[in-house]
């Protein structure tokens, strides 16, 4: 807290606010360095159109943390500020502040005097009396010569104010007289005891809000602190036209010729100002200072503004002014807390006398090279030092506004790299986009391609630095970032979530897919397609498929199914099935009609991948595809049984968890990519069957490779041709069928886990006429599981047995075994066929195709109950499985219970 004998007077005050402030209008009164008990110092600001309300609510704020001072922005601001915040009373820690651009015209120009003493402390009596004296001589001059009017003369606290009225609008040609007049004035009268400011002609100025208590430094005797105060208000306040400020700009410029002997004594500046900048570089200027961070209070603010003001005076060869200005309206606002104006002209002519910088730096594109960054603007500067999260922070914007091309993702950074895969079997090659988890040596990499790093030496130099390691790791390494989100990369138009369609290549804000046509060009889809225009396109897409030998008609809307899941998956907020293309005998064309929908979807074929036996290889193997984005993927010629843990885990989830490469980082792996699988009799076991669509094809030829008479003898390069027409009619059917509302079949089956491709996909071809895509799913769950045949024979033959009657696992395991002693004591004996032998016979053999030791003739028991806990509540032909509770002196007690097949629960199968 200031400890200050200087309070304000709010009589002062009100009379202050009385002849500044016009009836009708805003302004804005700021409170700079206020304090509290606990914490930094902040800035304070409200807009008040009330006097009354300004001056009680000044009182109040002076009282309650003792600013350094409070000012007042002498002209109107325009209405629209009084959104910022509520009107008629302050704000702690305000960020938005008035500029020039918020000011409706120009009332006051001040001429402001400033004693020369060290920096941040009051002036002495004898100081404040020489600006006093040299303000009287400036008026004077100005009354004798140029016929000015009197002026309001006012005490800041350690200077002296004379503000001139004047009805100027707030525009280019008011800036520049204003700035020409005060220039001749400070080169005509200023000298080594008193400045004058040459840079308050902004239409934001602020000048000490006469009343309150200037503050600067310590009150000490010598120095003490002061009250701001009106000393000659002019009745009436006679404003000064522009004409005759012209003629005091033009006047004592020409007075002004020969240098002031100080002038001269001081010599020409080490550095002399350049010519203007033009508007090209100021907007180039403009957008490099975007790129900075702001100079804050306690984080190294004065380093941050000197990289500021040597960038535009020394990197855009800018003069002083000029450059002060641009720092002031364009970089100062967004400063904890603003800079003065005092500071920032120090800071620029600091950086003309003493900075090493070659003069347009910046400008020299050719100089920059590769390094330009992609908008055109030269690299920002790094400089390394303590402040880690600062470094980091430029190194993260640095990286952004170069348009190098780097995402999030699944929680880390990636890339979208280009290889090239085999399409054929012949040497033809086509570059494939993936997803790449973006190597920590590659981020280091690309730091020095989009910004310049520096570091000080053991001089204090500023010298080149590479980026360090230690900046590119915490890049990595943090857990939110301001990439751009990265969906997916297609390469063909797709639908998003909200039946748009997105037909623009490069990065689409609203779905997050990054879309690469690979230089294939695409007939526009329509907007608004009717159904008939949807049945038209369906035709288009049946033609692929006309040579295939589809057993039903299912199973050929299930064909048309997998191309328009793999068109519309964006569009399908959820879990998108597997599609299993099976046949009874090889060459029927399983192979060839995924990688068909391929190339319509991608341009290639199919890329491939094995089924692994081992589920930890399986992962990775599934969390590589999705990491990097594969559209599709196709287990190819599978042989024995297909099926897998994580793989149902990710159809069903949507996702796998699997640690980095390299990393000991774990990463879920969003499931977008659409999974196929062929093979000879599929046989697909365990949980998959009820994540599988089953697309089943039959030639009912002994040799379907020596078929003939195809439509299309070579149906992949007929695609190719004709991939742009395919892949707009598929989404003029998704489009038709989001127009028309994406009606649903009222009778229509439940998909459970995937609902979204269903209400989309399904629905879509059923409301086409098309028969339903999943009506073999109940074929495929007779015919290729027989895990769930061999329980369905078990419970069976269970209940057939025992009914309803409790037993044990010792029962069970006994009644088998005596079975197996009775009817193998000689090999001529012939087995008793009653029937209770019969459903003895039929239930050891079911227990035998559960658990093997029973087969063997030596049942385990512990195994057998393992087994039978994993089939506990589950429904099958009818019949359930139930544990009865507690335990008997024979052990746990199970029984048979008859239920319907059509009274399935959740999660239970019938």
């Not at 001040?110 to 002495?124: Q, V, W």
């Not at 606290?157 to 004035?185: E, Q, T, W």
């Not at 590479?466 to 989100?485: D, H, M, N």
């Not at 239930?843 to 393992?866: H, K, T, Y």
Request: charged share 25%.
């Amino acid at each position: 807290m200031i400890n200050s004998r200087v309070k304000c007077n709010p009589v002062h005050v009100r009379q202050t606010l009385g002849a500044l402030m016009k009836d009708g209008h805003i302004y804005e009164v700021r409170a700079l360095k206020c304090h509290r008990p606990k914490g930094a110092p902040f800035t304070s600001a409200g807009y008040f159109n009330d006097k009354e309300v300004a001056a009680v609510a000044i009182q109040a704020l002076d009282a309650r943390c003792r600013p350094e001072g409070i000012y007042f922005v002498m002209n109107p601001c325009v209405p629209e500020v009084a959104a910022r915040a509520d009107i008629n009373q302050f704000h702690d820690f305000a960020s938005t502040l008035t500029t020039d651009v918020d000011v409706v015209k120009r009332d006051w120009l001040m001429i402001d005097f400033d004693p020369s003493r060290p920096k941040g402390i009051s002036s002495t009596d004898a100081e404040l009396q020489a600006a006093k004296d040299l303000a009287v001589v400036v008026a004077d001059a100005l009354s004798m010569k140029f016929q000015f009017p009197k002026p309001l003369i006012c005490l800041s606290g350690n200077g002296v104010h004379l503000l001139y009225g004047i009805d100027f609008p707030n525009d280019d040609d008011s800036r520049n007289l204003l700035f020409a007049l005060l220039k001749a004035i400070a080169k005509r009268h200023e000298t080594k005891e008193v400045k004058i400011d040459e840079v308050v002609y902004n239409a934001s100025r602020m000048c000490r809000l006469y009343g309150t208590a200037n503050r600067k430094g310590a009150d000490v005797e010598d120095r003490p602190h002061r009250l701001a105060l009106m000393l000659e208000v002019p009745e009436p306040v006679v404003l000064v036209s522009r004409e005759q400020i012209e003629a005091a700009a033009a006047g004592l410029a020409e007075r002004t010729q020969a240098v002031d002997h100080d002038k001269e004594q001081a010599g020409p500046e080490p550095c002399p100002d350049s010519e203007p900048a033009s508007e090209e570089v100021l907007n180039r200027a403009k957008g490099y200072l975007d790129n900075l961070s702001p100079a804050i209070e306690g984080r190294q603010g004065r380093k941050a503004l000197w990289i500021a003001a040597q960038a535009v005076v020394k990197g855009f060869n800018m003069p002083s002014l000029q450059a002060f200005a641009l720092l002031r309206d364009h970089y100062n606002p967004r400063c904890q807390p603003a800079w003065s104006d005092a500071d920032l002209l120090n800071i620029v002519r600091q950086v003309q006398k003493n900075s090493k910088k070659r003069r347009g730096y910046l400008l020299d594109l050719e100089a920059a090279g590769d390094r330009v960054v992609a908008s055109g603007r030269p690299i920002p500067e790094i400089y390394l030092d303590v402040d880690q999260y600062r470094c980091v922070d430029e190194y993260e914007n640095a990286i952004i506004s170069s348009g190098m091309g780097i995402w999030q993702r699944n929680g880390v950074l990636v890339r979208i790299r280009h290889t090239f895969g085999i399409e054929t079997q012949l040497t033809r090659t086509r570059r494939t986009p993936i997803i790449e988890v973006l190597p920590q040596a590659s981020l280091q990499e690309i730091g020095s391609l989009v910004a310049a790093w520096f570091r000080q030496d053991k001089k204090g130099e500023l010298v080149p630095a590479p980026p360090p390691r230690w900046a590119s790791e915490i890049l990595a390494s943090r857990s939110s970032w301001k990439f751009q989100a990265l969906e997916s990369v297609i390469e063909t138009p797709c639908m998003r979530p909200d039946g748009s369609i997105v037909q623009t290549e490069g990065y689409d804000d609203a779905s997050g897919l990054y879309l690469d046509l690979g230089g294939v060009q695409y007939p526009v889809v329509p907007d608004r397609p009717s159904r008939d225009e949807a049945i038209k396109a369906l035709d288009d897409l049946k033609e692929v498929i006309a040579d295939f030998p589809f057993t039903r008609p299912c199973h050929r809307s299930a064909a048309i199914a997998a191309l328009l899941t793999l068109l519309g998956r964006p569009a399908i907020e959820g879990c998108a099935p597997l599609f299993a293309v099976g046949a009874p005998t090889a060459a029927t064309g399983k192979s060839l009609l995924v990688d068909a929908i391929a190339v319509i979807t991608t341009g290639r074929v199919a890329p491939r991948t094995t089924h692994a036996a081992d589920e930890t290889e399986e992962r990775k193997r599934l969390h590589s595809i999705c990491m990097e984005g594969w559209p599709l993927t196709l287990f190819d010629n599978i042989e024995g049984a297909f099926g897998s843990a994580v793989l149902c885990l990710g159809l069903t989830a949507g996702w796998i968890s699997e640690r980095i490469l390299g990393q000991s980082k774990i990463v879920q792996a969003t499931v977008r990519t659409v999974f196929f699988s062929t093979g000879n009799n599929l046989e697909i076991v365990g949980d998959l069957v009820r994540r599988v669509v089953p697309i089943d094809l039959d030639r009912q030829e002994e040799r379907p490779e020596e078929h003939s008479g195809f439509k299309h003898p070579n149906l992949l390069e007929w695609v190719r041709e004709n991939r742009p027409r395919l892949v707009v009619a598929g989404l003029t059917i998704l489009r038709a069928f989001d127009v028309a509302g994406r009606p649903q079949a009222p009778t229509l089956s439940p998909f459970g886990s995937f609902e979204a491709w269903s209400a989309l996909i399904r629905s879509c071809l059923i409301w086409l006429g098309e028969e339903d895509p999943t009506l073999g799913r109940e074929e495929l769950r007779e015919r290729a599981d027989p895990v769930r045949e061999a329980q369905a024979e078990l419970m069976q033959a269970w209940f057939e047995r025992y009914g309803d009657q409790p037993i044990s696992m010792h029962e069970l395991a006994g009644s088998a075994s005596q079975w197996r002693g009775r009817h193998t004591a000689g090999d001529n004996e012939e087995p008793s066929t009653t029937a209770v032998d019969q459903r003895d016979q039929r239930l050891r053999a079911a227990l035998g195709m559960i658990e093997p030791s029973f087969a063997s003739g030596r049942p385990d028991v512990r195994a057998l109950g393992q087994r039978l806990r994993m089939l506990k509540g589950r429904i099958l032909g009818g019949l359930r499985l139930e544990r009865l509770e507690g335990r008997t002196k024979v052990g746990v007690m199970w029984k048979i219970v008859k239920r319907a097949s059509s009274s399935r629960q959740p999660g239970e199968e019938g």
